[in-house]
């Protein structure tokens, strides 16, 4: 839907003049999830209210609702993703309320967003995305967005936010005296914490249920300059990720590249870059490219 | 620009097998696989940052609230 509905022109204005615009995952109301009792509440309340007038309701749903707070129509994603199916409820339920129509009542921001951490913790962002072979080389596929026809797997990118405390940080470095020409092999744990979110767009997304079959990170310095050592990092990883929530022997194959910059005398990581060579998934191509970022 | 476009091009086609370690070549990469700002018209929309938010919203400016639920998280493009 995002790559459809949610991102046409048509939809994004009308959402933006006459609505009050919000999404919900379902994990965070979950029995473990973290949505607060009286969020569950409401969104329980607006799922019974469109159950008892019969229409449609379901997990993964479109709900409109009155500016009293009452639910007067909804749709199932697989329509809504439909932008000429989408667009026509809008209108309706503008016509029906005559809401006044005005800005955004909430600032359009980024929605992938550097998560809060405590001080000196590393931050890394990870980008998945669908490669397409164009004359041997393999580029990312661009798909125009906005459109119904738009709505298939890996038509944008997905995104993670991995977060290494500052203690998880210093086991990524070595224990050695650095110099030119020393070589480590990055902690395993904790480069599996990283390494599990190396899969391209797929309706699984519960990390816990990918397994690694091989991993390997190893690191060389290269340079050792003014109290900063820069490291190649090299690698490969082998690790089966189902697509749907079943088994499917579905496998990632990736070499692995990157470096490292850090200060040996603080054990601080200044940066950390990673990107997959001729990765696969069921052996169609795909990428992943991580890089620390600064707090905001 | 022209610089860059080198750059990128280089990122998309010569195996890093081939190379000698190239730290740019990484950079290049990392900047090339971002998502655009075509891919994220998503963050065009004004969300409510949660429901009873919104629902106090809408009353206060009459307008309706338009609710998507969905399994996993949308703004990461992981759903």
């Given at each position: 839907?995002?790559?459809?509905?949610?991102?046409?022109?048509?939809?994004?204005?009308?959402?933006?003049r006459?609505?009050?615009?919000?999404?919900?995952?379902?994990?965070?109301?979950?029995?473990?999830?973290?949505?607060?009792?009286?969020?569950?509440?409401?969104?329980?309340?607006?799922?019974?209210?469109?159950?008892?007038?019969?229409?449609?309701?379901?997990?993964?749903?479109?709900?409109?609702?009155?500016?009293?707070?009452?639910?007067?129509?909804?749709?199932?994603?697989?329509?809504?993703?439909?932008?000429?199916?989408?667009?026509?409820?809008?209108?309706?339920?503008?016509k029906?309320?005559?809401?006044?129509?005005?800005?955004?009542?909430?600032?359009?921001?980024?929605?992938?967003?550097?998560?809060?951490t405590?001080?000196?913790?590393?931050?890394?962002?990870?980008?998945?995305?669908?490669?397409?072979?164009v004359?041997?080389?393999?580029?990312?596929?661009?798909?125009?967005?906005?459109?119904?026809?738009?709505?298939?797997?890996?038509?944008y990118?997905?995104?993670?936010?991995?977060?290494?405390?500052?203690?998880?940080?210093?086991?990524?470095?070595?224990?050695?005296?650095?110099?030119?020409?020393?070589?480590?092999?990055?902690?395993?744990?904790?480069?599996g914490?990283?390494?599990?979110?190396?899969?391209?767009?797929?309706?699984?997304?519960?990390?816990?249920?990918?397994?690694i079959?091989?991993?390997?990170?190893?690191?060389?310095?290269?340079?050792?300059?003014?109290?900063?050592?820069?490291?190649?990092?090299?690698?490969?990883?082998?690790?089966?990720?189902?697509?749907?929530?079943?088994?499917?022997?579905?496998?990632?194959?990736?070499?692995?590249?990157?470096?490292?910059?850090?200060?040996?005398?603080?054990?601080?990581?200044r940066?950390?870059?990673?990107?997959?060579?001729?990765?696969?998934?069921?052996?169609?191509?795909?990428?992943?490219?991580?890089?620390?970022?600064?707090?905001? | 620009?022209?610089?860059?476009?080198?750059?990128?091009?280089?990122?998309?086609?010569?195996?890093?097998?081939?190379q000698?370690?190239?730290?740019?070549?990484?950079?290049?990469?990392?900047?090339?696989?971002?998502?655009?700002?075509?891919?994220?018209?998503?963050?065009?929309?004004?969300?409510?940052?949660?429901?009873?938010?919104?629902?106090?919203?809408?009353?206060?400016?009459?307008?309706p609230?338009?609710?998507?639920?969905?399994?996993?998280?949308?703004?990461?493009?992981?759903?």
């Open positions: 839907m995002r790559a459809s509905s949610l991102s046409n022109g048509k939809v994004i204005e009308l959402l933006n006459y609505f009050i615009p919000v999404y919900l995952s379902n994990e965070d109301f979950t029995k473990e999830g973290s949505a607060p009792p009286e969020e569950r509440k409401e969104r329980q309340r607006i799922y019974r209210e469109t159950l008892d007038a019969k229409r449609s309701a379901g997990s993964v749903h479109v709900y409109l609702v009155t500016p009293g707070g009452n639910a007067f129509d909804s749709m199932h994603v697989a329509e809504a993703y439909k932008v000429e199916k989408l667009v026509p409820m809008l209108e309706a339920a503008v029906q309320h005559n809401p006044t129509m005005g800005r955004s009542l909430f600032p359009a921001t980024a929605q992938s967003r550097h998560p809060k405590a001080s000196a913790a590393l931050v890394l962002h990870l980008v998945a995305r669908n490669l397409v072979k004359d041997g080389a393999r580029v990312p596929v661009r798909t125009k967005l906005g459109e119904t026809r738009s709505a298939n797997w890996g038509s990118p997905s995104e993670d936010w991995i977060v290494f405390s500052k203690e998880e940080t210093k086991k990524l470095l070595p224990s050695e005296r650095v110099e030119k020409g020393l070589t480590w092999e990055l902690d395993a744990d904790l480069t914490r990283l390494l599990v979110h190396f899969y391209p767009t797929t309706e699984n997304n519960d990390v816990s249920k990918n397994k079959q091989k991993q390997q990170l190893k690191a060389a310095v290269i340079s050792f300059e003014n109290g900063v050592a820069r490291a190649k990092l090299t690698g490969h990883l082998t690790m089966e990720h189902w697509f749907y929530h079943k088994a499917d022997g579905n496998t990632v194959d990736t070499r692995l590249v990157g470096y490292l910059d850090f200060e040996p005398a603080s054990l601080r990581v940066t950390l870059r990673l990107i997959t060579e001729d990765a696969t998934y069921n052996r169609r191509p795909f990428g992943v490219a991580v890089s620390s970022v600064e707090s905001p | 620009m022209f610089r860059l476009s080198v750059c990128f091009a280089l990122a998309c086609t010569t195996p890093l097998a081939a000698e370690f190239d730290v740019s070549r990484i950079d290049a990469r990392v900047a090339l696989w971002r998502p655009t700002a075509e891919e994220r018209r998503f963050d065009d929309i004004g969300w409510a940052p949660d429901l009873c938010t919104a629902l106090k919203a809408a009353k206060t400016h009459k307008r609230v338009f609710l998507f639920t969905h399994d996993g998280h949308m703004q990461f493009g992981r759903c």
